[in-house]
């Protein structure tokens, strides 16, 4: 062990950060947990007999705003990205597929569509649907989401160093859709999720996850009876559900 690099070492066993770092990381995971779980329980306080629909959007612009917040930690605690991102507009391999969703991701973008959604899938079994490598149902002909601001959890989390890597999962039709990302870019906008459904499962709402499109087809045939049934703990989403997952 040479001097230098007995140096470094004390240096290191001197200086906290890495410890820091690490009580700052859960305090601030446990804060985004805490608030969002607070969030909706406030918001759900407000549930009526006929106000589902609007209790419906406000839960899910809530948890969009706060998986927005939780993203930009992200990139405060890790301003280190080693590999630049190199999604763009009008790069779009990450949307040959049917997402599997919660039920506010659905919400959201049935809220932000003028008229009803067609769409059929063959099958809900999980395993069988990573294996479908058609277009999201919301994917333009230019390559664009056509539901930007409203989309899904996954898509605002999902990002890809290796855009290469993003086209040959498609084209080599690879149902692990393997693509290099930062993962606490990728789980931190997930945790106000992990807060909502907590609340939902206490309180006997439907949880569980559903197929995008089929979901927003069903909500954009009857928004108003869909989301009061399920607000009420009803098996509105029932068709919906994704199997085996
Ligand atoms: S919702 Fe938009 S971003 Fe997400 S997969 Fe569909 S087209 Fe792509």
Redesign the pocket.
């Known amino acids: 062990m040479n001097r230098a690099f007995r140096k470094r070492l004390q240096r290191l066993a001197d200086s906290p950060p890495a410890i820091s770092h690490a009580t700052e990381l859960q305090a601030t995971v446990d804060t985004l947990y805490a608030q969002q779980y607070l969030r909706t329980l406030a918001i759900l306080q407000t549930l009526t007999s006929d106000n589902a629909s609007s209790v419906a959007k406000n839960l899910a612009e809530a948890l969009r705003q706060a998986s927005d917040q939780a993203q930009q930690t992200a990139a405060r605690l890790y301003p280190q990205a080693i590999q630049p991102i190199q999604c763009r507009s009008g790069c779009?391999w990450?949307?040959y597929?049917q997402?599997q969703v919660h039920i506010l991701d659905a919400v959201a973008?049935a809220a932000s569509l003028s008229s009803p959604l067609d769409y059929r899938l063959e099958t809900r079994d999980s395993h069988e649907i990573r294996r479908i490598f058609r277009p999201?149902p919301?994917?333009s002909e230019e390559q664009t989401?056509?539901?930007?601001k409203h989309?899904?959890l996954p898509?605002r989390a999902h990002h890809s160093v290796d855009a290469e890597r993003c086209r040959q999962a498609v084209e080599n039709q690879d149902p692990e859709r393997q693509v290099p990302m930062h993962i606490r870019y990728y789980s931190f906008p997930g945790l106000p999720q992990e807060a909502t459904l907590k609340v939902f499962e206490e309180m006997g709402i439907d949880h569980r996850p559903v197929v995008l499109g089929l979901a927003v087809a069903a909500l954009t045939r009857d928004f108003e009876k869909i989301t009061a049934d399920w607000l009420s703990g009803g098996p509105a989403f029932e068709e919906c559900i994704v199997l085996n997952c």
């Not at 989401?145 to 930007?148: E, H, I, L, Q």
Request: hydrophobic fraction near 30%; include cysteine; aromatic fraction near 12%.
């Open positions: 779009s990450c949307c597929e997402l973008v999201c919301f994917l989401c056509t539901v930007y989309r899904p898509c």
